[in-house]
């Protein structure tokens, strides 16, 4: 699979951003999805994930209750909905895609697809 994510910018704090993926080929839904984000000079930090339904989604204390990952499998499409933005949410959010299903959702080692990344910049 093939995956595109798009929506990033320049915001000013409290703002909000709506990231999109876009994947290629038939097999979307059987993927588990997420994405990470990686900020110059940090590690990729996990950012949330969504079950291959939708039913089920994950996120780390970071962001919980100002991300909404959702997906619609019928348009091959995820997304990030990302309210009350902070300076240290900057960085370059990727996609990702988890074929297999084995070891953790928050662990970028378990993701076999990638996009190319969209940059979100947060200012002050």
């Known amino acids: 699979v093939q995956l595109q994510a798009s929506g990033g910018g320049l915001v000013q704090a409290g703002d909000s951003l709506r990231l999109s993926c876009a994947a290629s080929?038939?097999?979307?839904?059987?993927?588990?999805m997420g994405w990470f984000r990686q900020a110059p000079g940090k590690e990729r930090e996990f950012v949330a994930a969504?079950?291959?339904?939708?039913?089920?989604?994950y996120y780390p204390n970071s962001v919980r209750g100002r991300f909404t990952i959702s997906r619609d499998n019928a348009k091959n499409r995820m997304y990030l909905q990302m309210n009350s933005l902070k300076p240290e949410d900057t960085a370059v959010y990727y996609c990702?895609?988890?074929?297999?299903?084995?070891?953790?959702?928050?662990?970028?080692?378990?993701?076999?697809?990638w996009g190319q990344g969209t940059k979100v910049t947060v200012s002050s």
């Open positions: 969504i079950s291959r339904m939708g039913s089920v989604t």
């Open positions: 990702a895609a988890d074929k297999n299903l084995v070891g953790t959702y928050d662990k970028s080692g378990n993701y076999d697809y």
């Open positions: 080929g038939r097999t979307f839904s059987t993927y588990r």
